[in-house]
């Protein structure tokens, strides 16, 4: 069994900067792919930035510039860097794993407003 588990969300002004983390757990292919996605009330879940083991990375046109994706292999951990947050990157952050199948975490809120 996988297991996802996050940490960092929290509270915080415009223009500032969190971290999000994310550790998997179990059996896990050595070639996956890790990222973020983030929903609000009434909305779609939506990427917001993904990474191949192998290094490669994907952004939401959202983030592009402000957020960086990077990951530990050897601690099958997945890194967020948000700086210059905006109000509408208020949502709920799931950490995803793809290893032969989906999998994801239980969410961290991440609440940017002054």
């Known amino acids: 069994q996988v297991q996802l588990v996050e940490s960092g969300g929290g509270l915080v002004q415009p223009g500032g900067s969190l971290r999000l983390s994310c550790t998997a757990s179990?059996?896990?292919?050595?070639?996956?792919?890790m990222g973020w996605y983030r929903q609000t009330p009434g909305q779609q879940r939506e990427l917001v930035a993904s990474?191949?083991?192998?290094?490669?990375?994907n952004y939401a046109d959202a983030v592009k510039g402000r957020f960086t994706i990077s990951r530990d292999n050897a601690k099958n951990t997945v890194y967020l860097e948000m700086n210059s947050l905006k109000p509408d990157d208020t949502a709920v952050y799931f950490c995803?794993?793809?290893?032969?199948?989906?999998?994801w975490g239980q969410g961290t809120q991440v609440t940017v407003s002054s």
């Open positions: 179990g059996r896990i292919l050595s070639i996956n792919v």
């Open positions: 995803s794993l793809y290893s032969s199948r989906w999998y």
């Open positions: 990474i191949h083991s192998g290094g490669s990375t």
